[in-house]
């Protein structure tokens, strides 16, 4: 058993010693250097899970249908989470995983290749980036960060150690958003001046009294570098993306998958169009008998120059007549593409279908993950890529929080000016002892 893991049945036991184990925990010091271990084709790659949630134990799995994965290795700071991925492995795999409450003990093992990242996005870039300094690829779920700073950070942290890095955006893999996305950037729409992007929002989460903390959580590590706030059971698990101290609401929990696609199409590869200013109008309106605050209601538009065309992003309360979800390229002669998951369509400026085209079948996201660790090629949802759409969802944030049009230089990776800066979309102070590693 590996050094600082816990068996199953501490795992399961030991669940109340948890809050010690991470507070005592050493920040893992930066290597300095980048390991870059070769891999045959043949290798198996050695992964280990941090954040045994929905989306981290699903990635999880469909890493598992392959023969050249091994998952060694499980890591949550809620000891019930990891209970169901712990026995799946186990099976699967005839030996037990080893369990750490700790990330960073995780990544002190030098025989996992890589991670599995699906933490809450406050998580993301701590985990991250150490991970490229010990050594690991990953992949990383979605949005990349909980500001603007991190995702910047984040991908110095990349380019600096050289890792293979895949994001949760699975849509770029999947056939109705690339055949969309084929004919657009083909030219065969013509022109386009004009994009949307929506998302319906009718998320409650409820309301909860503070009150004693699980012993299967260690809620300090939980809320890791942000505000520490008292414990309320509605404002964790899978909710914590309506609540903006940890989340950012759906402009990034979803807006990074659907204006992912309007900036995929207007780009000509993976270095995406980036808008020059941003301008967000919106609140909480309609829930107001709830905890949550992450707006409900947001309009926000993008300014975008070379090519000209301006983006429209809406968190709302209805779509008539379209899925309450999705992307849509609009021509200068008045044709859409619209696409959601599940189909795609092409319309006439009176909305009557046209025919479609297919494009090339495309690989599986995950596979394309793993046959890019082997071979250290790039992934179509490389980080680098990501982070810029994830740039994008937090600009309306800050354009929404500070009531100020946002300015962006696409080559600076930086807001111009102070329009935007102070808010939590832009930057966070760590709370102590965490602090975002330096690159
Ligand atoms: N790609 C997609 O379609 C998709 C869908 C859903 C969620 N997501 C993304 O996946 C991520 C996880 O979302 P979720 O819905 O699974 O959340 P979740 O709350 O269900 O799971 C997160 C898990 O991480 C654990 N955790 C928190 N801090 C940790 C730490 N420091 N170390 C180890 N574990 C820690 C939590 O205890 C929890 O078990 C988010 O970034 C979310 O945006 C992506």
Redo the contacts with the bound molecule.
């Keep these: 058993m590996a050094k600082n893991s816990l068996t199953r049945r501490e795992v399961l036991a030991k669940a109340g010693s948890m809050a010690a184990a991470g507070a005592v925990a050493p920040i893992a010091k930066a290597s300095g250097f980048t390991m870059i271990k070769g891999h045959s084709p043949n290798d198996k790659i050695v992964l280990g899970l941090?954040?045994?949630?929905?989306?981290?134990?699903?990635?999880m799995r469909n890493l598992m249908n392959f023969s050249d994965i091994e998952v060694a290795a499980l890591?949550?700071?809620?000891t019930n989470?990891?209970t169901n991925d712990f026995k799946d492995v186990q099976n699967k795999y005839g030996k037990a995983p080893d369990f750490y409450?700790?990330?960073r003990h995780m990544l002190e093992r030098k025989d996992i290749d890589a991670v599995i990242?699906?933490?809450?996005?406050?998580?993301?870039a701590?985990?991250f980036i150490n991970a490229c300094e010990a050594g690991k690829d990953s992949y990383c779920?979605?949005?990349i960060s909980h500001n603007i700073q991190e995702a910047v950070r984040m991908a110095s942290a990349q380019r600096r150690y050289k890792r293979v890095v895949q994001v949760?955006?699975?849509q770029r893999s999947t056939k109705e958003f690339t055949d969309a996305l084929a004919y657009v950037k083909a030219g065969k729409l013509g022109k386009i001046v004009l994009c949307r992007a929506w998302i319906s929002d009718g998320t409650r989460i409820g309301k909860a009294k503070p009150s004693a903390v699980p012993s299967n959580?260690d809620y300090d590590?939980?809320i890791?570098p942000a505000k520490m706030v008292p414990y309320q059971s509605n404002k964790?698990?899978?909710?914590?993306?309506w609540v903006l101290n940890t989340?950012g609401g759906l402009t990034?929990?979803w807006g990074?998958?659907m204006m992912d696609i309007a900036l995929l199409g207007m780009s000509k590869g993976l270095d995406l169009v980036m808008p020059t200013e941003v301008s967000a109008e919106g609140g909480l309106f309609a829930i107001s008998d709830d905890d949550r605050d992450a707006p409900d209601t947001i309009e926000a538009v993008y300014r975008f120059k070379d090519p000209d065309f301006v983006m429209h992003w809406s968190v709302g309360r209805d779509h008539p007549g379209k899925p309450g979800h999705g992307t849509e390229f609009v021509s200068a002669d008045g044709k859409t593409v619209r696409v959601w998951r599940g189909g795609w369509v092409i319309l006439d400026s009176d909305g009557k279908e046209l025919p479609k085209e297919e494009a090339p079948a495309v690989s599986d996201h995950w596979r394309e993950w793993v046959d890019c660790v082997k071979s250290r090629g790039t992934p179509k949802a490389d980080l680098q890529s990501v982070a810029q759409t994830t740039i994008v969802c937090h600009l309306s944030n800050a354009a929404l929080f500070s009531g100020e049009k946002v300015r962006w230089d696409k080559s600076a990776m930086d807001i111009v000016g102070g329009a935007g800066k102070n808010t939590s979309a832009y930057h966070r102070e760590y709370r102590k002892p965490w602090k975002l590693p330096e690159v």
């Excluded at 941090?50 to 990635?59: D, L």
């Excluded at 890591?75 to 809620?78: I, K, L, R």
């Excluded at 964790?236 to 993306?241: I, P, S, T």
Aim: negative net charge.
């Design positions: 941090i954040g045994c949630g929905g989306m981290g134990a699903s990635n890591c949550d700071v809620d989470r990891a409450p700790d990330y990242i699906g933490t809450p996005d406050h998580w993301h701590m985990t779920e979605k949005p949760g955006t699975w959580l590590f939980w890791g964790v698990h899978w909710n914590w993306r989340g990034t929990d990074v998958h």
